[in-house]
């Protein structure tokens, strides 16, 4: 008979090895060969919808990844209920090794990153040419995040027809990224996107910028109509409007190879994660005279071997300064 109470000891309460209804731990997980791919096109509260073949399926993420996450542009394996029908549900169970990672902090002194877009070929950052006025700091941060994770970065400067693009395209020549510049009037006519596609066909472009310099309404014009998203209302004389935008979402290319990533309007970008040594990797004309610094160099101290590189004639002074005004946006806020 079982005693309780007081008087119960372990002898009392100890279960049985493999009695019914207890399942033996084991460090050994199933390997879901036959587990089908596809690609994270959103993410909701836990929710994933995921692209398998030509349909979309709900899923989640299977227990035994733990606290790894999927973001948008993951490709990943799934099991489970594929069918795509209403209320059935799916589990991710790997993912893939990614190509390249967008990553931001909130701040520059929060150490949590946050994965924004993962496999992605280039980044474009989207800037208003007036008003909301440009803000060279937060450009320069994207860019950096773009070149610590692995994308090509892309500018395109909207709204021409308000204020010129000399000024802003000048502050970037030396770093030699290709750019766009567009107009409303061109936007509506199609001018814009045309110039704009040349750019992403092929690829997958994560789009960024911050709210009402109409990035969502660029990306509108290049995917197929079913698939728009809802934009904020404009006003027709200062161009500012107000971003709807609240989750990153893979959209595909409207009639050709390609998909665009529309991600959520953001007001600072933290480069906390940013390692220097991964930034150079963007200069390759820079990148040999880095072998003579010091370990741990940031490239911008007197013991920079960088210095003398450049003095040498192997690489153009403005790619060095380039390169440590980049440097430099990782200690300095947007508003600098």
Known sequence: MRRYGKHTDEDDIRSRPNA??????????????????????TVDRGRLTVLVEDRTVMAMKARELGRKAAVVGDRVALVGDMSGKKDTLARIVRIEKRTSVLRRTADDDDPYERVVVANADQLAVVTALPDPEPRPRMIDRCLVAAFDGGLTPLLVLTKSDLAPPDRLLELYGDLDIPYVVTSRAELESGAAVARVREQLDGKITAFVGHSGVGKTTLVNALVPEELRRTTGHVNAVTGRGRHTTTS????????GQGWVVDTPGVR??????????????????????TEGCPRGCGHDEPECALDAWVAEGHADPQRLYSLRRLLATRERTEGD
């Open 20 to 41: 019914k209804g207890n399942r033996p731990r084991t460090n050994i997980r199933p390997k879901h060969e036959d587990a089908a791919g596809g690609m994270v096109v």
């Open 268 to 289: 600072s970008f933290g480069l906390h994660h940013v390692d220097p040594s991964r930034v150079i990797q963007a200069f390759p004309d820079l990148e040999p005279g």
């Open 248 to 255: 990153a979402l893979a959209l595909p290319l409207s009639g």
